[in-house]
């Protein structure tokens, strides 16, 4: 679930849209991902590999190619 400021600043970038619908007679509120957000998906994805990366190094002492 996103905040409330993630919300508004995902919204207000354009990488999410988001519609309303009624669902057993109260609205849901419904996101999508944008092509704008799947672009930002995909460098946050990237930022986590590489910092799982070094993690992973101290933590399991993996090195290039998965040598120790």
């Given at each position: 679930?996103l905040?409330?400021?993630?919300?508004?600043?995902?919204?207000?970038?354009?990488?999410?849209?988001?519609?309303?619908?009624?669902?057993?007679?109260?609205?849901?509120?419904?996101?999508?991902?944008?092509?704008?957000?799947?672009?930002?998906l995909?460098?946050?994805?990237?930022?986590?590999?590489?910092f799982?990366?070094?993690?992973?190094?101290?933590?399991?002492?993996?090195?290039?190619?998965?040598?120790?």
């Open positions: 679930i905040s409330k400021t993630k919300d508004r600043m995902y919204l207000k970038d354009n990488y999410l849209e988001t519609y309303d619908m009624e669902f057993q007679g109260r609205n849901r509120r419904y996101y999508k991902i944008t092509s704008n957000g799947m672009i930002l995909d460098q946050y994805r990237r930022e986590w590999a590489s799982k990366s070094g993690v992973d190094k101290i933590l399991l002492g993996i090195e290039k190619d998965g040598e120790k």
